[in-house]
């Protein structure tokens, strides 16, 4: 591939992002107006160039079908943003509430899975599910919606208070396991609300 223009790197920039954020590619006019260009010609005539040099595609006669094709388009995923609630306890249940944060991007290649609009995350606070894997700090990662299977990770609430742990059925009835044995099952004594099922984790280094 040919190097670019500095103005040229600008434009394949702005494609990039926009695509990583799942939005559409920008058109011809909104190319313009993000770089105050006087006339869509000059836009049209960056995409030209940046065709002419490999970086991006398009299907003849198609409206909406450019393509970033560089190097570090093709090996990196689609970036998304998984709204993070606070914190949960993975020790004993705690009345927490949850509290929005901010949001925590992924790429969803390396998480696994693609994030739906029902997809949350919750940082841990202790130590209670170790035998899992899941340390305190990590971030873990959440679907609401399905209805757990006995031996997956949920994030519940049990008689109004918020817990990590493993879910469990015994003779019919549901209860919370931990993955360390320096914590009790939990057994609800009036409800079980299970606020999401465990999807995946995501791990700082630590120094």
Same mark, same amino acid.
């Given at each position: ?8 790197? #600008? %434009?394949?920039?702005? =494609? ?8 559409? *590619? @920008?058109?011809?006019?909104? /190319?313009? $107006? ?32 450019? #393509? %970033?094709?560089?190097? =570090? ?8 943003? *998984? @709204?993070?609630?606070?914190? /949960?306890? $993975? ?33 841990? %606070? ?12 990590? *971030? ?68």
């Amino acid at each position: 591939m040919n190097e670019l223009t500095p103005a040229q790197e #600008r %434009v394949l920039d702005f =494609l990039q992002a926009e695509v990583h954020a799942g939005r559409p *590619i @920008p058109t011809v006019r909104e /190319i313009a $107006a993000q770089f105050g260009f006087r006339s869509h010609r000059a836009a049209a005539c960056h995409l030209e160039a940046l065709k002419r040099k490999g970086f991006i595609e398009s299907d003849p006669g198609k409206a909406r079908t450019l #393509r %970033v094709v560089t190097p =570090l388009a093709l090996l990196r995923g689609r970036i998304v943003d *998984i @709204p993070l609630f606070g914190t /949960i306890p $993975a020790g004993f249940a705690g009345d927490r509430e949850q509290q929005p944060e901010g949001c925590v991007s992924v790429d969803v290649e390396s998480i696994g899975f693609k994030p739906t609009r029902n997809t949350f995350a919750l940082r841990v %606070v202790g130590d209670s599910m170790i035998g899992r894997h899941i340390c305190d700090g990590d *971030i873990a990662v959440f679907e609401h919606g399905p209805e757990p299977r006995p031996g997956q990770i949920v994030a519940a609430l049990i008689d109004r208070k918020n817990t990590l742990k493993t879910f469990l059925v015994r003779n019919g009835r549901p209860f919370l396991k931990a993955e360390n044995p320096n914590y009790p099952e939990l057994i609800p004594s009036e409800e079980l609300v299970i606020q999401g099922v465990f999807r995946g984790l995501i791990r700082k280094g630590r120094d």
